[in-house]
Nanobody, 122 residues
Framework: QVQLVESGGGSVETGGSLRLSCAASGSIFKLGNMAWWRQAPGKQRELVAMITDVKNTHYAESVKGRFSISRDDAKATMEMDMTNLKPEDTAVYYC????????????????WGQGTQVTVSS
């Protein structure tokens, strides 16, 4: 019922920049918290950045000052600008969105994108 499509991943050199985008579609009454997670090979998935429905933001310590998350509820999109990328940022990045599909829904349901690869070479 809710689809998330990510785009913007790719390969860059150390110090480079990328912008990730996530577009939500389908049965959406209200968007809740939105976030980017990442998972590197052999590691657990970790929260990178989150933005609430009132646009409060939270960042992992490792990306503070380098990454910036934003959202446009009218377009049902979320973006993350990543600058000064480092090899340790290499991972599959996942879009995560909490959604109410109708006014009758008591809480939010969780949805994940398919992931987009970000590779930073030294």
């Amino acid at each position: 019922q809710v689809q998330l499509v990510e785009s913007g991943g790719g390969s860059v050199e150390t110090g480079g920049s990328l912008r990730l985008s996530c577009a939500a579609s389908g049965s959406i009454f209200k968007l809740g918290n939105m976030a980017w997670w990442r998972q590197a090979p052999g590691k657990q998935r970790e929260l990178v950045a989150m933005i609430t429905d009132v646009k409060n933001t939270h960042y992992a310590e490792s990306v503070k000052g380098r990454f910036s998350i934003s959202r446009d509820d009218a377009k049902a999109t979320m973006e993350m600008d990543m600058t000064n990328l480092k090899p340790e940022d290499t991972a599959v990045y996942y879009c995560y969105v909490r959604v109410k599909v109708s006014s009758d829904q008591m809480g939010y349901s969780d949805h994940w994108g398919q992931g987009t690869q970000v590779t930073v070479s030294s």
